[in-house]
């Protein structure tokens, strides 16, 4: 059975940091893209940063740019989502995702339960 399970969120104060895990199991990340999405209420779903298998192609919301950094590490078959600096904006449930790349067979697109984020001003 494939999971990919979250942890790491919580309450914060404006300012504060938290880092955001996303550990698989019943699968091996391999050749997978990785990313982090955020949902706040009343808003739609924001891709906030992803990255390559290499670890090597990341990008960035310009809202995070500068604060978040997604991190990868393949051999524990996790992703983390390291966040500096909160701000309230940055409240929201937080998703990790692991889809494959285009051109593998077969197709795969896995999501984590969802992590709350509230940052206090």
């Known amino acids: 059975q494939v999971q990919l399970v979250e942890s790491g969120g919580g309450l914060v104060q404006t300012g504060g940091s938290l880092r955001l895990s996303c550990a698989a199991s019943?699968?091996?990340?391999?050749?997978?893209?990785t990313s982090w999405h955020r949902q706040a209420p009343g808003k739609e779903r924001e891709l906030v940063a992803g990255?390559?298998?290499?670890?090597?192609?990341?990008n960035y919301a310009d809202s995070v740019k500068g604060r978040f950094t997604i991190l990868r590490d393949n051999p524990k078959n996790t992703v983390y989502l390291q966040m500096n600096s909160l701000k309230p904006d940055d409240t929201a449930v937080y998703y990790c995702?692991?889809?494959?790349?285009?051109?593998?067979?077969?197709?795969?697109?896995?999501w984590g339960q969802g992590t709350q984020v509230t940052v206090s001003s």
């Open positions: 995702n692991v889809k494959s790349p285009i051109w593998a067979r077969p197709q795969y697109d896995y």
């Open positions: 019943g699968f091996t990340f391999g050749r997978a893209v």
């Open positions: 990255v390559t298998s290499s670890g090597g192609d990341a």
